[in-house]
């Protein structure tokens, strides 16, 4: 490659293109542990809360259709460990043995007084009540998901609040009905009319409001925020968005409903429209998760609370819309095609938005990301890991956007993007195996190579890079040599893995424009 003055330079280029990172395949795949079979998945709930603000506690009666998938008098459920079963009823009313796992105390176990044939639907009544107010035995580790004081509350879904079943893959309608101090105002997923006033036990309750949503669509609904907001209807580009926050904090909601329209109308370009194109915004207080997405509910933290400076975390909580409220992970293994994708879709928005390089400065961030923590676990097995950790963040979502990256370079854009929508359409309201992923994406690469090349080989691609762990070592050894045109450069990039296999973009930059080649 000749161009003009350059300076040379030596050792590994952070300009490689794509970012080769994250492999050794000389490291045999792990194996995660199977999960236990899940007997029955629930259909519908019917739940009634009541949160104490005094007392930060949660006192609830569930009442859950279940559907057998096998034959059995054994009903599992998670629920969280500080909340106390004290009575679990037949569909006749008779009380019905059950424990909390002895091994795992998320589990609880009811038995039935008779067992229920493969199919079969079967009505269970919880009645349980308990403390929320810190991460103290939260079934998501070391992080609050559920919380109660006497400003407000939060009770995310991935806190099993109620009885869940097949968390996070099941889907199922829903009637909530949450009685909160009338200071309260809540938001969450589902549709709600104008709360009730009901009337407090005691005095110092004071008035109380009941607030009831419904669920009518099967999905992961179950996540509230309560406490000081304001609703702000708001429109934009046709989509209607709901604004919830502090008074004080509701000035940009215009300015959020933009974003939140922008990014929706973007992806279903992309992908596809979702059933229901209508959000709501809800600020979530400090002290748990920074951002979560629920359905029809976008979760944004107080301190990210602006619009300028979070349009991509409600781009990924958008597209979470997509690829893991419409499109499930099937086990807690698969959630590259959910939260990675998600992650990815940062950068897809951000390249449609502002162009190509900030797009690729979104996958410069996904990188750096991804080494931090990339040996904790392959890709392929991200159920070994705690859902938010660090470790999570870095392995799913990082390095599973860098994936996705590395992929749609490796398909093209054509095949990739058209591969993405080929996904939604046949996997939306459903949940997926990476497996389906892959191999989705490899019928739609043979499809698009022209007759007489060689497709990419995607199998070894996801073998390489979604089953392995490691950092391949480059090096890189060249000489420059002066010629009456330029400068020409001759060399070679080495790494030590003889089976490792991708393109490589080297770029040599000069005093005028770069010089790019694919090795």
Same mark, same amino acid.
């Given at each position: 490659?000749?161009?003009? *003055?350059?300076?040379?330079?030596?050792?590994?280029?952070?300009t490689i293109?794509?970012?080769?990172?994250?492999?050794?395949?000389?490291?045999? &795949?792990?194996?995660?542990?199977?999960?236990?079979p899940? /007997?029955?998945?629930?259909?519908h709930?019917?739940?009634? !809360?009541?949160?104490?603000?005094?007392?930060?506690?949660?006192?609830a009666?569930?009442?859950?259709?279940?559907?057998?998938?096998?034959?059995?008098?054994?009903?599992r459920?998670?629920?969280? &460990?500080? =909340?106390?079963?004290?009575?679990?009823?037949?569909?006749?009313?008779?009380?019905?043995? #059950?424990?909390?796992?002895?091994?795992?105390?998320l589990?609880?176990?009811?038995?039935?007084?008779?067992?229920?044939?493969?199919?079969?639907?079967?009505?269970?009544?919880?009645?349980?009540?308990?403390?929320?107010?810190?991460?103290e $035995?939260?079934?998501? &580790?070391?992080?609050?998901?559920?919380?109660?004081?006497?400003?407000?509350?939060?009770?995310?879904?991935?806190?099993?609040?109620?009885?869940?079943?097949?968390y996070?893959?099941?889907?199922?309608?829903?009637?909530?009905?949450l009685?909160?101090?009338?200071t309260?105002?809540?938001?969450?997923?589902?549709?709600?009319?104008?709360?009730?006033?009901?009337?407090?036990? /005691?005095?110092?309750?004071?008035?109380?409001?009941?607030?009831?949503?419904?669920?009518?669509? &099967?999905?992961?609904?179950?996540?509230?925020?309560?406490?000081?907001?304001?609703l702000?209807?708001?429109?934009?580009?046709?989509?209607?968005?709901?604004?919830? !926050?502090?008074?004080?904090?509701?000035?940009n909601?215009?300015?959020?409903?933009a974003?939140?329209?922008?990014?929706?109308?973007?992806?279903?370009d992309?992908f596809?429209?979702?059933?229901?194109?209508?959000?709501?915004?809800?600020?979530?207080?400090?002290?748990?998760?920074?951002? #979560?997405?629920?359905?029809?509910?976008l979760?944004?933290?107080?301190?990210?609370?602006?619009?300028?400076?979070?349009?991509?975390?409600? !781009?990924?909580?958008?597209?979470?819309?997509?690829?893991?409220?419409?499109?499930?992970?099937?086990?807690?293994?698969?959630?590259?095609?959910?939260?990675?994708?998600?992650?990815y879709?940062?950068a897809?928005?951000?390249?449609?938005?502002s162009?190509?390089?900030?797009?690729?400065?979104?996958?410069?961030?996904? !990188?750096?990301?991804?080494?931090?923590?990339?040996?904790?676990? *392959?890709?392929?097995?991200?159920?070994?890991?705690?859902?938010?950790s *660090?470790?999570?963040?870095?392995?799913?979502? /990082?390095?599973?956007?860098?994936?996705?990256?590395m992929?749609r370079?490796?398909?093209?854009?054509?095949?990739?993007?058209?591969?993405?929508?080929?996904?939604?359409?046949?996997f939306?309201?459903?949940?997926?195996?990476?497996?389906?992923?892959?191999? =989705?994406?490899?019928?739609?690469v043979?499809?698009?190579?022209?007759q007489?090349?060689? *497709?990419? $080989?995607?199998?070894?691609?996801?073998?390489?890079?979604?089953?392995?762990?490691?950092?391949?070592e480059?090096?890189?050894?060249?000489?420059?040599?002066?010629?009456?045109?330029?400068?020409?450069?001759?060399?070679?990039?080495?790494?030590?893995l003889?089976?490792?296999?991708?393109?490589?973009?080297?770029r040599?930059?000069?005093?005028?424009?770069?010089?790019?080649?694919?090795?």
């Amino acid at each position: 490659m000749e161009r003009g *003055p350059m300076t040379r330079r030596r050792g590994i280029s952070d300009t490689i293109g794509m970012f080769l990172l994250l492999l050794s395949l000389a490291a045999a &795949p792990l194996h995660a542990q199977a999960p236990r079979p899940v /007997n029955f998945l629930a259909t519908h709930y019917d739940v009634s !809360a009541t949160l104490d603000a005094i007392g930060q506690s949660l006192s609830a009666t569930a009442k859950i259709d279940l559907v057998a998938t096998e034959a059995s008098s054994n009903v599992r459920v998670e629920l969280h &460990p500080n =909340l106390v079963v004290k009575e679990v009823k037949s569909p006749e009313g008779k009380p019905l043995t #059950f424990e909390r796992d002895s091994q795992n105390p998320l589990f609880v176990n009811v038995q039935l007084l008779t067992p229920v044939a493969s199919g079969g639907h079967v009505t269970l009544t919880f009645t349980y009540a308990g403390l929320l107010f810190n991460e103290e $035995n939260s079934p998501v &580790p070391g992080i609050r998901v559920a919380s109660i004081t006497k400003d407000g509350a939060y009770l995310l879904l991935p806190a099993r609040w109620f009885p869940l079943t097949d968390y996070p893959s099941n889907r199922y309608t829903a009637s909530f009905r949450l009685n909160v101090p009338a200071t309260f105002a809540v938001a969450g997923s589902g549709k709600a009319p104008a709360p009730t006033p009901v009337p407090g036990k /005691n005095a110092v309750e004071g008035s109380r409001l009941l607030y009831t949503f419904e669920c009518n669509r &099967p999905a992961q609904h179950g996540t509230f925020v309560a406490g000081n907001l304001q609703l702000n209807p708001r429109q934009a580009e046709g989509i209607s968005v709901n604004v919830y !926050a502090p008074r004080n904090m509701s000035s940009n909601a215009q300015e959020f409903a933009a974003d939140v329209a922008r990014a929706a109308v973007a992806f279903s370009d992309m992908f596809g429209p979702i059933p229901d194109p209508s959000f709501a915004l809800i600020q979530l207080p400090e002290g748990t998760l920074r951002d #979560f997405a629920a359905p029809g509910a976008l979760l944004l933290s107080q301190r990210m609370w602006d619009p300028k400076a979070s349009d991509r975390a409600i !781009a990924r909580l958008v597209a979470s819309q997509w690829w893991g409220v419409q499109v499930a992970p099937a086990t807690p293994n698969d959630a590259w095609i959910s939260d990675g994708l998600a992650r990815y879709c940062e950068a897809l928005y951000a390249e449609q938005t502002s162009g190509k390089e900030a797009g690729l400065r979104a996958v410069d961030e996904f !990188a750096v990301g991804a080494l931090m923590y990339e040996d904790a676990a *392959p890709v392929g097995q991200a159920g070994r890991l705690a859902t938010y950790s *660090p470790d999570y963040r870095s392995v799913v979502m /990082n390095k599973g956007a860098m994936l996705f990256h590395m992929l749609r370079a490796m398909m093209g854009d054509v095949a990739f993007k058209s591969a993405l929508h080929d996904f939604y359409f046949q996997f939306a309201e459903k949940s997926a195996h990476i497996e389906d992923f892959e191999n =989705l994406a490899e019928r739609r690469v043979q499809a698009s190579t022209k007759q007489g090349q060689d *497709p990419p $080989n995607l199998r070894s691609f996801f073998a390489q890079w979604l089953n392995s762990t490691g950092v391949p070592e480059f090096t890189l050894d060249y000489v420059v040599y002066r010629t009456p045109k330029g400068f020409r450069v001759v060399g070679k990039i080495k790494q030590p893995l003889e089976t490792f296999h991708m393109p490589v973009d080297l770029r040599i930059e000069t005093e005028g424009n770069p010089e790019t080649k694919t090795i």
